[in-house]
């Protein structure tokens, strides 16, 4: 298998899965970025729309150069193999085709409005393994297999977490503490929250706050320092963010604070910065 630039119809392996992918196109825009690549990535080996792993998703040439796409060979990509146009979510709510255009009204699937990068892609598609419990899998790579170990390990439930255990993960993750009374009034006024748990135990949680259709705000994110670097925050926010995509309205406003490089995270779920034309400010009562 070579290495080689992208052609409209290409099909190749994502390497070390076992999964089949095919450029849609090579002429997408992100922004103010010309001639990215529209690619799919497939659940089994049937090359059909009905059959992706994942919303279409766009990338530059990097995926072919680091090797992670491996070219298997040039088919001819007829008009029932793809979507006649593609549904992207942008960082500020608004959809778009694949050419920037804008869409009124959304349609599935909704990919995401940004440029994915090799390490975006190869945690997409573990993710999405994972979730599926390997069944696409034939090989699977370390990624994968390091992810779906650790989904066996943690639930993530659809839930806040008590009180008790809202105060004890903010105080152990090294967040400000909370009064008890304070904590019982908040969490009643979540909108969404997340709880991931380890035998039982709570070692992770996730909110979103807000006034149920205009604005909304990511809090209390937050993983116990023994739990950490295993991929929880990923699966913390990425809960937050697909219940924000399917329920909040597409002009809601979502906004966070973003501490040290928990920006990092962040930005993998399409925020952004808004300084300097905006400033966060907070109020110390």
């Known amino acids: 298998m070579s290495r080689r630039e992208p052609l409209i119809g290409d099909v190749f392996a994502v390497r070390g899965t076992g999964l089949l992918g095919r450029v849609v196109s090579t002429s997408a825009v992100v922004g103010p970025t010309h001639g990215c690549v529209l ?24 995926p072919w150069s680091h090797g992670t796409f491996e070219h298997l060979r040039s088919q001819p990509l007829l008009p029932g193999d793809y979507f006649e146009r593609h549904c992207f979510r942008d960082a500020r709510g ?40 390997g ?9 994968a297999r390091e992810t779906a170990g650790e989904d066996a390990a943690y639930v993530v439930e ?15 993750a090294g ?10 009034a908040g969490l009643a006024g979540t909108w969404f929250g997340v709880t991931v748990r380890a035998g039982g135990e709570a070692v992770g949680m996730g909110r979103v706050v807000g006034d149920g259709g205009c604005f909304f705000q990511v809090v209390d994110v937050a993983v116990l320092p023994g739990h950490q670097r295993r991929g929880l925050g990923k699966r913390i926010m990425a809960a937050l963010v697909d219940h924000l ?5 597409a002009t809601a406003h979502v906004s966070l604070l973003a501490d040290g490089e928990a920006h990092r995270l962040y930005e ?6 808004t300084a300097p034309a905006s400033i966060g400010m907070a109020l110390k009562l």
């Open 158 to 172: 659809p839930r806040p977490p008590s009180v008790d255990e809202y105060l004890r993960l903010r105080l152990e």
């Open 39 to 62: 690619v799919y990535v497939y659940a089994g080996a049937r090359l059909a729309r009905e059959a992706l792993l994942l919303p279409p998703m766009m990338t530059t040439r990097a």
């Open 175 to 184: 967040l400000s503490a909370k009064t008890p009374d304070a904590a019982r």
């Open 245 to 249: 995509r399917a329920h909040a309205p």
């Open 268 to 273: 993998q779920f399409g925020f952004r910065a």
């Open 135 to 143: 069944a696409a899998r034939a090989g699977g790579s370390s990624v």
């Open 94 to 133: 608004a959809f778009v085709d694949e050419e920037g255009r804008p869409i009124e009204a959304p349609f599935e699937p909704v990919g995401e409005c940004r440029i994915l990068e090799v390490g975006a892609i190869e945690e997409a598609v573990a993710r999405a393994l994972a979730a599926a419990g």
